[in-house]
């Protein structure tokens, strides 16, 4: 690896870190990377597994006033994100590298008309019944679908959730982000289990990234927290449309 290349990662490393703890879909600028200075799709995936859940689980950290009120609800969905992603992780060893990728901008495409209308939808569902509790059975299998889906690879599992949760939640969008925060960083923390022991994993890659990711789930922690629901929705969506456009390039 050259200084250049270590220097990309690195870079591509904090920008991911940044959206991932903001919105999601960091992926989409790490993995190309990855691509890029010669590592093979199946390990470039898992090394970016492995180098990105530090930056998430420090996002996850700097919303931690968001999370207070939550502990119920963060457990019982962390058990749907923890078998999902053993599950995708399995399932990217197993199939090819290239599998899911055909449904994905169908998946962001959902996840953004939820963000922008599940607040509205939501309503509409509570009207003629009581306050919904923590977590429905809906959730949690949405939950682990997107786990598994994360699992595997992971791009825009972030804004997934956001999605759903705007519909499922009973809560405003920064709690529900700090909640998104807290759920991609454990998929990603126990994929980068599983690849540790079952898969090559360039570590000097995965390195460079878990230092960038860090200081971006710092730095995306400090941003977001203070946008407005609006502005943060904004975001969301002008991402999302970026992914679905990258994607189909």
Do not use: C
């Amino acid at each position: 690896m050259t200084v250049l290349q270590a220097l990309l990662i690195l870079v591509a490393g904090v920008a991911a870190g940044t959206i991932n703890t903001v919105v999601g879909s960091g992926t989409l600028i790490t993995f190309p990377v990855l691509l890029a200075v010669g590592l093979p799709p199946v390990t470039a995936n898992v090394t970016n597994s492995v180098g990105l859940f530090s930056g998430s689980l420090v996002g996850a950290y700097g919303y931690r006033q968001e999370l207070a009120g939550q502990r119920r609800r963060v457990l019982m969905l962390a058990t749907a994100s923890t078998i999902g992603a053993v599950i995708g992780a399995v399932l990217l060893l197993e199939l090819p590298a290239a599998a899911f990728k055909a449904i994905v901008p169908v998946l962001i495409i959902i996840a953004l008309l939820l963000v922008l209308f599940g607040k509205r939808l939501a309503a509409l569902l509570a009207r003629d019944r009581p306050r919904r509790a923590d977590v429905t059975v809906a959730a949690w299998i949405l939950t682990l679908l997107t786990g598994v889906y994360g699992g595997y690879f992971g791009a825009a599992q972030g804004m997934l959730l956001m999605g759903f949760f705007g519909v499922m939640v009973p809560e405003p969008i920064q709690r529900q982000n700090a909640l998104k925060n807290v759920l991609t960083g454990l998929v990603n923390l126990v994929a980068a289990v599983v690849f540790v022991f079952t898969a090559h994993v360039d570590w000097a890659a995965a390195g460079l990234l878990a230092a960038g990711s860090i200081s971006g789930g710092l730095l995306g922690a400090a941003i977001g927290r203070r946008l407005s629901p609006a502005a943060l929705r904004g975001i969301i969506v002008v991402v999302g449309i970026a992914a679905i456009v990258k994607l189909l390039a």
